[in-house]
C-alpha cells in the first residue's frame, strides 16, 4: 500500500484561480485540484506555464496572493511549491 510522505495535509478544493507570470501580464485561469500550505496540484489545459508565476486564489471574502516554483509536470497537470512565506492567519 502507497503512503503519503507528505508532512503538510493536502486538502482537495477544485477551485478557479489565475496565474500571472509577472506584474505586467494579464492572469489566465487554471484549476487547483488540491492545496496545502506548502504547495499545489494545478490543471491548466492548453496554457503554457512558466517554471515560475504568482497564483491568484479567491473567495468570497478575501483574496491571496502566491509565489510558486513548478516542481513537476505531468501533462496538463503541474505541481507548485510555495516560495513566499505563509500568509499571517491564511487558513486552507
Given amino acids: 500500500m ?34 496545502s500550505d506548502r504547495g499545489a496540484r494545478l490543471f491548466a489545459e492548453g496554457i503554457d506555464i512558466p517554471d515560475q508565476f504568482h497564483l491568484l486564489i479567491s473567495d468570497d471574502d478575501r483574496g491571496l496572493r502566491r509565489q510558486c516554483k513548478v516542481v513537476w509536470r505531468l501533462g496538463y497537470e503541474l505541481g507548485v511549491q510555495f516560495t513566499d512565506p505563509i500568509p499571517a492567519g491564511w487558513r486552507i
Avoid: V
Avoid at 478544493?13 to 506584474?23: E, G, L, M, W
Fill in 2 to 35: 502507497l503512503s503519503d510522505r507528505r508532512s503538510h495535509r493536502r486538502y482537495t478544493i477544485n477551485r478557479i484561480a489565475k496565474f500571472q507570470p509577472d506584474a505586467y501580464t494579464l492572469p489566465r485561469d487554471c484549476m487547483i485540484s488540491d492545496i
